[in-house]
């Protein structure tokens, strides 16, 4: 992702361009397209996220241009009730949207596999005991097919001046249980506040969309699977983002806290 200045007339303009990922184009035959469409199609329906200019038709791999949104990661908010609860209402907005739109059929409709890529499991994370749980059982839904983003950590949300103003990077985006979604935010909430925050926010989400809340643990321990592979790389992104303070042994004992939770409810 590159961002870019051009002058016409006098006027300056900026953009960002944007090449999917390496996941993108293993999981999609062209996903510059996909998400082009897609991010065309959210705004249209008026989810906050940047608007798509140009796309390239040709080339190996080709990218597409977003509009530049002024804008910052916030992950130390001044007030943290508010930050919450825009956060908890961004992500309802996004699972009220209408799912039948044609535009929307390009999205996967099913959670990919929880794929070990060949490695080993990580056993310092309950990662064999996790993964045999929910081996064991089929996959609740309980809640109606919405979309989701598949990634609305607070490192891809923009704000301005206090308030939330755009939801970006949606390469992982699908029709889901709306319970995926929430339980990847419950997660990265207790990495940057704790668990007090996390059910704040799951309570605030909840008031606003009445979700079916009961298989929750499910979903959290499908969550809890995501950083098993290198939680080491997803905390070296953090010092750039202004939180230092979040390193291996803090997400390390944190996501214990989130997984010792979601077993001891997934059992009452």
């Known amino acids: 992702m590159t961002a ?14 944007r090449l999917p990922g390496e996941w993108s184009w293993k999981e999609n035959a062209n996903p510059t397209q996909s998400e082009f469409r897609l991010l065309t199609e959210l705004r249209s329906m008026g989810i906050v996220c940047p608007e798509p200019v140009f796309q390239e038709t040709e ?7 977003l509009k530049y949104i002024e804008g910052a990661v916030e992950v130390q908010p001044k007030d943290r009730g508010s930050f919450l609860r825009q956060y908890a209402t ?43 749980i929910l081996d064991s059982c089929p996959i609740p839904r309980t809640n109606g097919p919405v979309l989701c983003h598949g990634d609305l950590w607070p490192g891809n949300l923009l704000w301005r001046g206090g ?5 970006i990077d949606w390469e992982e985006a699908l029709i889901e249980e709306p319970l995926w979604d929430l339980s990847i935010c419950r997660l990265d909430l207790h990495w940057l506040f704790g668990s007090q925050e996390a059910e704040e926010f799951t309570n605030l989400y ?36 202004g939180r230092s303070d979040i390193t291996v042994d803090h997400m390390e ?10 077993l001891r409810e997934l059992n009452a």
């Open 4 to 17: 870019f200045e051009v002058e016409r007339a006098g006027k300056v303009e900026r953009f960002v361009a």
């Open 59 to 65: 080339g190996h791999r080709p990218m597409y241009i």
């Open 90 to 132: 961004a992500l309802a907005r996004l699972h009220q949207t209408d799912v039948s739109s044609p535009q929307l059929q390009i999205l996967p409709r099913l959670l990919p596999a929880a794929s070990l890529d060949n490695r080993p499991l990580n056993d310092k994370l309950r990662e064999p005991e996790i993964r045999a």
């Open 163 to 167: 308030e939330l103003v755009a939801i």
């Open 206 to 241: 909840q008031s606003l969309t009445n979700v079916d809340l009961s298989h929750l643990p499910y979903w959290d321990l499908r969550a809890s699977l995501r950083p098993m592979a290198n939680i080491a790389g997803w905390a070296a992104g953090y010092p750039g983002i």
């Open 253 to 262: 004992y944190q996501h214990g806290l989130f997984v010792a939770r979601a």
